[in-house]
């Protein structure tokens, strides 16, 4: 009780502290700015989609073109990273703009929806504010208008929605469904002010399950392997081993839905095994792609895309058969990468793409810019709109810091820290005191651990100066000390 008075107490003194600042660093007089002025914005995250299976970044398994759209007529990211690579503590971390020690939701924590919020922020600001489908936080949604989100993970098949507080089961395939809220919200919300909508697929996650019309999409396609398919692991840390989320060991009956035929070797079960997990993976995806279409769709059909922010989004990466593995949480590149496309005919140019390094603890900051409004003092995040125009700053980031905790629950990926640059990764597993270095410019597909290379032996050093630079920066220093390596303390 105390907590939440608290973070109701600095989210009305964030918003009195705006209010009252000079012009520059107001909310930019929000509440007196025409509302068909502001932007609106449509925030779509679907959960688990790595950017390897969207068409706009290259895949060789799946085309997107409704995704690929928002590419087209706006800016592909190629180097958006989380910061914790698992479903709760992104979206935790989205809607703070703060780190996951920080927001209060490093695993499975329930959030505190009494802290401040984008949401809250927008809708202080005059947005008409929405929330639609995964929610995935333990608390109800708060800062928002309206919300219908499922309870929990929610199902693929007549799942039941949480309506403003009221539950109820609908028949229909959950994708499907999420996108008919979110036209209907477009649809019904006050005309006099903009709209903030986060629109949130539960697909393509696990146990992926398509619907009728796309089930046999792939069904007569052969699913190419990932060139990491066959990786033993060696070189590395206790921890790629002890991971239980392989292809051929972990994958269950329930996710592959069918039995495997009699005889095979373990070569070809694994091999089985891989294709009926992508071909129901993909089936997933092509129908949050069928439903993006649909909104883009509305959006044009009723006049509202010249003057609206489109974000296409997942909660984090996701391996597809890479390095053996289903799931996320690492910190290697397929778990780490979001994709994150982005169209704003007003101020995005049509088909650009960038390579600066942006983090989902960015997002909230930046749609508070786009909106007129500052970012709070709070918030540990930093816009990137100026990046979105083609106008990086001098002094943007140029390393970031990512940590997991969940251990042992799930797939016993062990808790670990590490820093990124644009050509080093570092990677320390805590429990185990162990080390892991990639230098990405030559292994991007990170399978050669050089930690105890002499060659890099400089390197290690100027990275670990960097890791607990930003451990201070970001506040994760204290706390987790008796974690600290044993040739730092």
């Not at 679907?46 to 799946?62: F, M, P, R, V």
Request: proline share 6%; aromatic share 12%.
């Amino acid at each position: 009780m105390t907590q939440a008075l608290t973070n109701r107490r600095d989210f009305l003194a964030a918003i009195a502290a705006l209010a009252s600042a000079p012009a520059a660093a107001r909310l930019a007089s929000a509440a007196d700015a025409p509302a068909d002025k502001r932007p609106n914005i449509l925030f779509i995250m679907s959960d688990d989609h790595a950017a390897h299976a969207i068409g706009s970044y290259g895949s060789k398994i799946n085309q997107t073109p409704n995704i690929d759209r928002i590419a087209k007529e706006g800016m592909r990211m190629d180097c958006c990273l989380v910061t914790n690579s698992i479903c709760s503590p992104s979206r935790a971390v989205i809607i703070t703009g703060k780190y996951s020690h920080i927001n209060g939701v490093p695993v499975f924590n329930t959030f505190d929806g009494s802290q401040p919020t984008l949401s809250k922020y927008l809708q202080a600001a005059g947005y008409y504010t929405g929330m639609i489908g995964k929610w995935h936080l333990g608390s109800d949604p708060t800062g928002f208008d309206y919300w219908n989100v499922l309870p929990g993970q929610g199902v693929y098949h007549n799942p039941a929605f949480i309506e403003n507080g009221k539950r109820t089961k609908h028949t229909g395939y959950c994708t499907d469904l999420i996108a008919d809220f979110s036209i209907e919200f477009l649809k019904n919300r006050p005309k006099d002010k903009p709209f903030f909508l986060m629109s949130h697929h539960k697909a393509p996650h696990r146990p992926w399950d398509p619907d009728e019309k796309h089930k046999q999409m792939f069904a007569d396609r052969e699913i190419p392997e990932p060139s990491t398919f066959n990786d033993d692991y060696a070189g590395r840390s206790d921890a790629a081993a002890e991971a239980t989320m392989r292809i051929d060991r972990n994958l269950m009956p329930r996710d592959v839905k069918e039995k495997p035929p009699e005889g095979l070797t373990a070569e070809q079960l694994k091999k089985w095994k891989y294709q009926r997990y992508m071909k129901d993976y993909l089936a997933c995806v092509q129908s949050v792609d069928d439903n993006v279409g649909r909104l883009l769709e509305y959006l044009d059909k009723s006049g509202l895309a010249e003057n609206t922010i489109v974000v296409y989004t997942s909660d984090q990466g996701f391996f597809l058969g890479d390095h053996n593995w289903y799931d996320k949480r690492f910190m290697y590149e397929e778990s780490l990468k979001m994709p994150f496309l982005v169209r704003w005919p007003k101020r995005i140019k049509a088909g650009s793409v960038n390579r600066d390094m942006v983090l989902n603890v960015d997002f909230a900051p930046t749609l508070m810019a786009a909106a007129g409004l500052a970012t709070p003092a709070d918030m540990q995040g930093r816009s990137f709109l100026p990046v979105l125009e083609g106008k990086t700053p001098a002094d943007w980031r140029q390393s970031m810091y990512y940590r997991y905790y969940h251990y042992p629950m799930h797939h016993r990926v062990q808790p670990h820290y590490g820093v990124r640059t644009h050509e080093y990764k570092l990677i320390y597993f805590n429990k185990l005191d162990q080390w892991e270095l990639y230098d990405l410019k030559k292994d991007p597909e990170e399978l050669k651990n050089v930690y105890s290379d002499p060659a890099y032996a400089d390197q290690v050093k100027k990275l670990k100066a960097e890791l607990y630079r930003l451990k201070k920066e970001v506040k994760d220093e204290d706390q987790f000390a008796d974690k600290l390596p044993k040739d730092t303390q």
